[in-house]
């Protein structure tokens, strides 16, 4: 292609000048390179730092009160917890699990496995649900929880002339404020592994009907 250049009498036909891309040695190449190299490895740094899940084991499958967990029974689940403090309460990918490892409450699949969920397995106990009034059941009392349970005598309101029934109580469920199904404004329903003994199981059952029982944490 050829650019026609006319003046006054005279006509000259120069060459067209074609507009070259930058070569390998042209700086604004390699500038453009790094900057482009920078880019890519600053997003892979944002990406990778928003990560703050952390690996928590949890059930492969439904368990019952007494199982024993082995590793086979655990997965990993990669959790984001808004509060850092929560993850303490669960077990993680990289701790070991205690010598005492039987389920003291049942754990649904996919659960994680929560660190006041493991202990000893006491066959001579049994599985029983109470209804305690909320007055006299202390909100540190939570699932996993050892309690000692006392009975108010028929009448009473304040706990006065209270007597030890049961010591060393595991809760093997208490439902939260907010979870709690059981429709009373009152009481509340807890799950308390019981040694399997007749009188005991039968002064306790007979509490909980009349709203006489109380628990009373330990440790």
Do not use: F, Q
């Given at each position: 292609m050829s650019v026609v250049k006319m003046s006054l009498g005279n006509t000259e036909v120069l060459p067209a000048q074609r507009a070259s891309s930058p070569g390998w040695r042209d700086p604004r190449l390699w500038i453009g390179v790094a900057l482009v190299a920078v880019s890519v490895v600053a997003g892979a740094r944002v990406v990778g730092g928003s990560d703050d899940s952390v690996a928590i084991w949890?059930?492969?499958?439904d368990m019952a009160p007494g199982d024993m967990i082995t590793p086979s029974d655990l997965v990993t689940s990669r959790v984001h917890f808004s509060n850092p403090a929560d993850v303490d309460r669960y077990f993680t990918a990289a701790d070991t699990?205690?010598?005492s490892r039987h389920?003291?409450?049942?754990?649904?699949a996919g659960e994680l496995l929560p660190r006041s969920g493991l202990g000893d397995f006491d066959p001579e106990t049994v599985q029983v649900s109470v209804s305690v009034p909320r007055?006299?059941?202390?909100?540190?009392?939570t699932t996993g929880a050892t309690v000692d349970l006392w009975i108010t005598p028929a009448g009473s309101s304040s706990g006065e002339g209270a007597k030890r029934a049961v010591e060393s109580v595991v809760v093997v469920e208490a439902p939260s404020v907010s979870s709690d199904l059981s429709g009373s404004a009152t009481e509340r329903q807890v799950v308390l592994g019981?040694?399997?003994?007749?009188?005991?199981?039968?002064?306790?059952l007979a509490a909980s009907s009349s709203g006489?029982?109380?628990?009373v944490g330990r440790g």
């Open positions: 949890s059930l492969r499958s699990l205690p010598a389920l003291v409450r049942g754990i649904g007055t006299l059941l202390p909100p540190t009392v019981i040694p399997d003994n007749e009188d005991d199981l039968a002064k306790i006489r029982l109380m628990l």
